[in-house]
């Protein structure tokens, strides 16, 4: 096989992995930015889109169905726990936070095991999706195209929304200085709820969207999770643009390791992390605190 | 205008208002001077909704505003410009100017807004960080004036400004007043105090001390900064 072909390849592949990364890293680092707080249940919430998706889709018929309901899901999820459990522990210290949002995690991973069983659960794609293309004489799978196409599309409605909306304003302005924001006549609690309802939503539609390649399966949130995790840390906490650098060298540490140097694959988003920490301790993007 | 009584209150483990009325009229600058840590910051944090625990009755033209979130506070007429000016550093000019408009401003569109303040038409695509110091609590005003307010708290808006951008900071002032707003002024810079001051109030250990006419204060100024203002 043509090297160059093979490399381009792995250059789609770390796209289409990164596109995936970007949906739950970006609700993360949202949260955290307007917050101040890890949510520990954001990886349960992709699972749970991943759940919801393959149900819609079994009840439908419809794959696109699927990628309706589960931000729909998850954006009611994240409403209503932000609502009833995280609004009342703002001003608390910061491990109440965790505890709960952990708390919540658990809950979701045990209902979802209560609602549709221990197995993995996947579901065909409609066949225009399930094909090949060829790239430079190789094939490749049409759905990761999509995928990348998919990520490409939420970093750019997101950066719109966070430049050109009201909300988006708030956002910026209540992650930098919450106290003024509320002194200026704006209800910062109705816009964490929301932007906590759509990071779920996000999460979610990232859950729905991985289901036909990784398929639905228990241990799907804790995966996800520790790679949203360390994107964020190496972007800068908090940071739009961070994310997104931090989801396109995690996918592509982790695919050409995978290909490349499979045996220390497992090590490559740690070095990574690390490497990155050390230079820079508050991320790439990150503000000092 | 406004109108504060018995207000007590302060922090988790500290009381520091020990009973504090006033009153700030409407077309008027109130003035409330006093030595470092008899209460003025954290009287302001009061009226705004901003201190852990407080009691006693906040009333905006006769309507109660004790029970309300910051946010709602805002919205039924304060506009804060508190200590330490607090922008958002990564907000343009004109963003940070957005944040507190909910819709155009009726009382200070654009082109009014600078004529007032002209350093600022020049940086509206800055962020905020990069202003000057002065500059930065221009914009401070500017960004609580746009919310139309119809009292203006402004916590020590001459901290760290150069004596010609403090005499822009009068002329200012002393406009909205005349414009009908209800001005009160925390300030520890006299000379301020009294070019726009209409009525100056000093504070001391938590409560107000003196409250009379700035003449009056004029007249009785040696005496007045010997017991309550020098160190």
């Known amino acids: 096989m043509d090297p160059l072909a093979l490399f381009t390849l792995q250059v789609l592949n770390a796209l289409s992995l990164s596109a995936l990364l970007f949906f739950i890293a970006l609700g993360l680092t949202l949260i955290f930015g307007i917050m101040r707080v890890v949510n520990f249940a954001h990886g349960a919430v992709f699972m749970l889109g991943a759940y919801c998706g393959v149900a819609a889709q079994t009840a439908t018929g419809s794959f696109a169905a699927s990628l309706l309901a589960a931000p729909l899901a998850g954006a009611a999820l994240g409403l209503a726990f932000e609502r009833s459990a995280l609004s009342r522990l703002y001003a608390r210290e910061h491990s109440a936070f965790l505890l709960v949002t952990f708390g919540l995690a658990l809950a979701l991973t045990e209902a979802i095991r209560l609602i549709w069983g221990a197995d993995a659960r996947q579901t065909e794609l409609p066949a225009v999706l399930a094909g090949i293309v060829f790239v430079m004489d190789e094939p490749f799978p049409v759905y990761r195209l999509l995928l990348i196409g998919a990520g490409g599309l939420c970093w750019l409605l997101c950066w719109l929304g966070l430049q050109r909306t009201r909300l988006g304003l708030l956002l910026r302005a209540a992650s930098q200085n919450p106290t003024m924001t509320a002194a200026l006549g704006n209800d910062v609690g109705r816009v964490r709820a929301m932007v906590f309802a759509l990071a779920c939503a996000l999460a979610a539609l990232g859950g729905a969207l991985a289901a036909p390649l990784l398929s639905a399966s228990l241990g799907l949130g804790s995966n996800v999770i520790i790679d949203a995790f360390v994107i964020v840390m190496i972007g800068g906490m908090g940071s739009f643009i961070g994310t997104v650098a931090g989801s396109l060298l995690v996918g592509f540490a982790q695919t050409f390791g995978n290909f490349y140097v499979p045996e220390l694959a497992l090590g490559m988003t740690y070095a990574l992390m690390i490497t990155v920490l050390v230079l820079r301790p508050g991320g790439l993007f990150g503000r000092p605190e | ?231």
């Open chain 2, 1 to 231: 205008m406004l109108s504060l009584s018995e207000i007590t209150g302060g922090y988790a483990k500290a009381q520091v208002l020990e009973g504090v009325s006033l009153d700030a009229a409407a077309g008027a600058v109130t003035a409330l001077i006093g030595r470092n840590g008899v209460g003025k910051t954290t009287l302001m944090r009061g009226v705004m909704g901003l201190l852990p625990r407080m009691q006693g009755r906040i009333s905006l033209d006769g309507a109660a505003l004790g029970g309300l979130p910051t946010h709602a506070r805002a919205r039924a007429g304060l506009g804060y410009v508190p200590e330490g000016r607090q922008i958002f550093p990564e907000l343009t000019v004109m963003e940070n100017l957005a944040v507190g408009q909910r819709q155009p401003s009726r009382l200070w569109p654009e082109a009014r807004l600078f004529a007032l303040l002209p350093n600022l038409r020049d940086r509206r695509a800055n962020a905020g960080r990069a202003l000057s110091g002065g500059e930065q609590q221009m914009l401070a005003i500017a960004r609580a004036l746009v919310t139309d307010p119809r009292v203006l708290l402004l916590d020590e808006p001459s901290q760290g400004l150069a004596p010609m951008v403090v005499q822009e900071l009068a002329r200012v002032l002393r406009q909205l007043a005349d414009e009908g707003v209800a001005v009160l002024l925390v300030e520890q810079n006299l000379r301020l105090t009294e070019a726009v001051a209409d009525r100056i109030l000093i504070m001391a250990r938590g409560r107000i001390v003196h409250d009379d006419t700035a003449p009056a204060f004029r007249a009785a100024e040696d005496e007045l900064r010997h017991r309550w203002l020098s160190m």
